[in-house]
């Protein structure tokens, strides 16, 4: 994820150059981030946006692009003013998923899910630090929002990392796998993504289980 400034400039440039700017937020939209979408932190507004996953909360297939009125605009019109977008998805405007979409929204705004998950996302990030801070090969927490990261080293001073050959990441994954705990290894990088809903009794479990994963292959 940029930082907001990254972000701030880059709509800037866009704007200078008359450049379209698209933010893919499949995976950070819907309070993943903290906020509703992850360019809510720089304070800016894309021309394009693609949404998905958090928006039907997972239970159906939905993807959506919106866009500016000025593009939805320029490919607005009558048969023969020639500007129409004629293209088509197979399973698009499925009215069930739209209907999941809804009320998925609608229950976020009445049970305030996203206040609750910053609450848990700020006791989370200070439980990893208590936990992994010190592990022999723990170089780097990050998180932002529901979004946290371990990254596994083999040296913590030097911040060397493990050969590719001996797929660390993947045989944690495994040995989490074991105890019902899904992460997701990307190298040597652990991503602990969990529900919105979740509890903090179920976050406390999660963090044992990760923890035993991480110490039963590396130490």
């Not at 609608?106 to 049970?111: L, Y």
């Amino acid at each position: 994820i940029y930082p907001p400034l990254y972000l701030k400039k880059l709509r800037a440039l866009c704007d200078e150059y008359d450049v379209l700017l698209i933010a893919d937020e499949i995976a950070t939209g819907f309070g993943r981030t903290g906020k509703m979408f992850a360019v809510d932190h720089a304070g800016i507004s894309p021309d394009i946006m693609c949404i998905s996953k958090g928006l039907t909360n997972g239970y159906m297939a939905m993807a959506v692009c919106v866009s500016t009125d000025e593009i939805y605009n320029g490919f607005y019109g009558d048969y023969e003013d020639n500007v129409a977008f004629m293209h088509s998805h197979t399973y698009a405007g499925n009215p069930l998923a739209a209907s999941v979409a809804n009320a998925t929204l609608k229950i976020m705004e009445r049970d305030h899910i996203l206040d609750e998950a910053n609450e848990k996302a700020i006791w989370l990030n200070n439980r990893f630090h208590e936990i992994f801070d010190e592990h022999p090969n723990v170089g780097e927490i990050r998180q932002m929002g529901l979004i946290n990261a371990i990254e596994l080293v083999e040296d913590k001073e030097s911040k060397k990392g493990f050969d590719s050959s001996e797929r660390i990441g993947y045989r944690i994954y495994r040995e989490a796998l074991k105890q019902g705990l899904m992460l997701r290894p990307l190298g040597n990088v652990m991503y602990f993504n969990p529900p919105l809903v979740i509890t903090k009794e179920e976050l406390d479990e999660s963090l044992r289980i990760c923890k035993e994963a991480i110490d039963a292959v590396l130490l």
